[in-house]
């Protein structure tokens, strides 16, 4: 019996319909600029959508930590009164 299988037999356990995955598909479809941007007429298939979602993501990840790093410098170069400044601006 296959992994697959066996899992979806335990309790607690949903399965999610192939109609359900289309509209997932069809949601991040709308939400990753990449594909967003593309021809109406240009179909892209769920597994092009999956890797573009998870590059997106990887990204964003870089982007975030990039952000962080000159925010740590910048709060490094500042002085004590504009620190707090920044400090509670981000609060």
């Known amino acids: 019996m296959s992994s697959r ?6 309790p607690g356990v949903s399965r999610i319909s192939e109609d359900q995955i289309t509209d ?9 600029p ?24 990887r990204n964003l990840h870089r982007e975030v930590d990039d952000l962080s790093d000159r925010l740590s410098e910048l709060l490094e170069s500042s002085d004590g009164a504009q620190a707090a400044i920044i400090r509670t601006l981000l609060m």
């Open 24 to 32: 997932l598909v069809s949601k991040l479809q709308q939400l990753i």
């Open 5 to 10: 299988r066996s899992r979806s037999n335990q």
């Open 34 to 57: 990449e594909i967003r941007n593309r021809r109406r007429s240009d179909e892209v298939s769920a597994s092009k959508v999956l890797q573009e979602t998870c590059n997106y993501i």
